[in-house]
């Protein structure tokens, strides 16, 4: 029986001990291009992301970032949490047309390479999270 119970107490938490990455652990690529795109910061906390990217988290100016790159070093994005008051008049008002009465589970700035800064807003419909990506004048881009 405690076999059983050490054995499924390590099964649910290995994923969440296998996403964090030790500093040594992380391609010298990454390190550079981190080290060249957020100058001055550097003591980040590193995991890995479903798509095998590398995570930075780090805090500049009491705000969290998450900055992603490849194994290789290409920056991929960086995401911050925001308050519904900070997106653009824009958003706010097409999320009142189009979303208005759904529960808002988070919401991110994010900075993309291939996507420009948009805004990630995730609801909640019927228990499931729903994201929708707006630009900064509105559109919803997916």
Known sequence: MKLIIKTTFFLLFLPIFACT???GGV???VKEAFAKKYPGENDPDWHTDKNGNYE???KK??????ADFTPQGAWVET????????????VKKVMKEKY??????EIEKVESSTKGTFYDVEF???GTKKDVEFNASGEILN
């Open 27 to 29: 391609p010298d690529a």
């Open 56 to 58: 930075a988290r780090f």
């Open 100 to 105: 208005d009465g759904l529960k808002i589970s």
């Open 79 to 90: 995401e911050t949490n925001i308050k519904k008051k900070d997106l653009p008049d824009a």
């Open 61 to 66: 100016k009491g705000v969290h970032y998450r």
């Open 21 to 23: 990455v030790p500093s």
């Open 124 to 126: 909640k419909v019927n």
